[in-house]
């Protein structure tokens, strides 16, 4: 399998910073923001777009939008990452932590249920590693119980699922451009809403409420400094207008390291539901062998990055800083214990995708019934450790 090729466009972008840069310090900002989040609303198909500093700044403003606040509970599902959450913590929400169906992935709705109260306010679905749940039901349950949608859709740009896009379904969709997601631009979020008083009050919130919404004064109440830099919404910029290409190329490396481990016992390709356009964000394998968990951080401590080896990826609900779900979400634990989710970058080659088949193929055969530990490799083939992944922000 050949991976198409694309054009990095580095030289049209080196051009585009060096003009913004001639144009530096300009107080304003200047004019790359605002374009970006007018390409944003074309590309996703939404009326208002706002850019923001990162994914988790984006979660903020939206979710303060939506008017959460002290004494608010938020549903959000235990299979996501600290970024989450931290806004609720920010605004003086509470998390209440839901499980996930591990056919699925998706929110088990029937726990969602049991943990709404008269204090529930929202939910934050997380399309995690960009597969997106089913939107009809996330739709419904909100609906049923009142309650506003924020979608963390950090890893999920170019999915979509019964044609509707990921960060599309509810109030507002936030994503993250941090560096290795498939629309990067180094650092930087945003967000993508239908309602023009979310949008408006998302802007203002992320540069102390100024220019204030209409009908408000200007810094008439406390928000933050969340802005995305000029010279971010220019590789931002890049970036979108070739995101179809990018996408594409994620979904060719998937496939194409998936392909090469299919006839490797203990290891499962992990697929799209049905009408689901996955943007292939991790090549995914459910892992039937013991201690799976073990078998992924070998392969991190070996070269072959992935979400629980090299990120110790574990349910929220048992982080130690947030109040630990009583029973815990154990269909969250059971996804993260038995999945290996490769990480993958645009830079990724064919070669480097190889080597990372190999050497899981020979760890996985290796890996005993007895003990769930490798049986040492011949001399001389040990696997290549590669620089560490980058820190999983959103």
Not at 2 to 15: D, N, R, W
Not at 27 to 53: D, I, M, N, Y
Not at 155 to 180: H, I, L, N, P, Y
Not at 299 to 312: K, M, Y
Request: net charge negative; aromatic share 4%; glycine share 10%.
């Amino acid at each position: 399998m050949t991976l198409p090729q694309i054009g990095g466009g580095a030289q049209l972008v080196g051009e585009q910073l060096a003009a913004v840069l001639g144009q530096m310090p300009d107080p304003s900002g200047g004019p790359a923001a605002g374009q970006l989040e007018c390409e944003l609303a074309e590309a996703f198909g939404v009326p208002h777009a706002v850019a923001l500093s990162s994914g988790t700044a984006a979660l903020h403003a939206a979710l303060s939008a939506c008017g959460i606040g002290p004494g608010d509970d938020v549903l959000v599902p235990a299979l996501t990452v600290v970024m989450t959450v931290a806004p609720l913590a920010a605004l003086g929400a509470t998390p209440v932590f839901v499980d996930s169906d591990p056919a699925t992935l998706d929110l088990d709705y029937d726990d969602a249920a049991r943990k709404v109260t008269a204090r529930t306010r929202a939910i934050i679905p997380v399309h995690l590693w960009g597969r997106m749940g089913d939107p009809a039901a996330l739709a419904a349950f909100a609906a049923e119980h009142g309650l506003a949608v924020v979608e963390d859709a950090a890893q999920a740009a170019g999915t979509a699922r019964d044609g509707q896009r990921a960060g599309t379904v509810g109030t507002a969709g936030c994503f993250s451009m941090k560096d290795g997601k498939i629309l990067w631009s180094g650092e930087g979020g945003f967000l993508l809403t239908a309602r023009r008083d979310v949008a408006e009050h998302a802007a203002a919130f992320r540069s102390h409420w100024q220019p204030a919404p209409p009908g408000q004064a200007a810094q008439s109440r406390l928000a933050t400094n969340a802005r995305l830099a000029a010279p971010l919404a220019v590789i931002a910029l890049a970036n979108l207008r070739r995101l179809p290409d990018l996408v594409d190329l994620r979904r060719a490396q998937m496939r194409h390291l998936l392909h090469a481990l299919e006839q490797i016992p203990g290891l499962a390709a992990v697929t799209p539901a049905p009408r689901e356009e996955w943007n292939g964000f991790a090549a995914l394998l459910r892992i039937d062998l013991p201690n799976p968990r073990g078998l992924a951080e070998h392969l991190a401590q070996r070269g072959v990055p992935n979400s629980t080896g090299s990120f110790r990826l574990v349910p929220c609900d048992r982080r130690p800083m947030f109040t630990l779900s009583d029973p815990p979400c154990r269909g969250a634990a059971e996804i993260l214990d038995r999945t290996l989710a490769v990480i993958l970058t645009e830079r990724d080659t064919e070669a480097t995708l190889d080597r990372y088949a190999a050497f899981i193929a020979r760890e996985a055969t290796a890996w005993t019934a007895c003990c769930g530990t490798p049986r040492a490799a011949p001399a001389g083939t040990p696997g290549t450790p590669l620089p560490a992944p980058p820190r999983l922000n959103f």
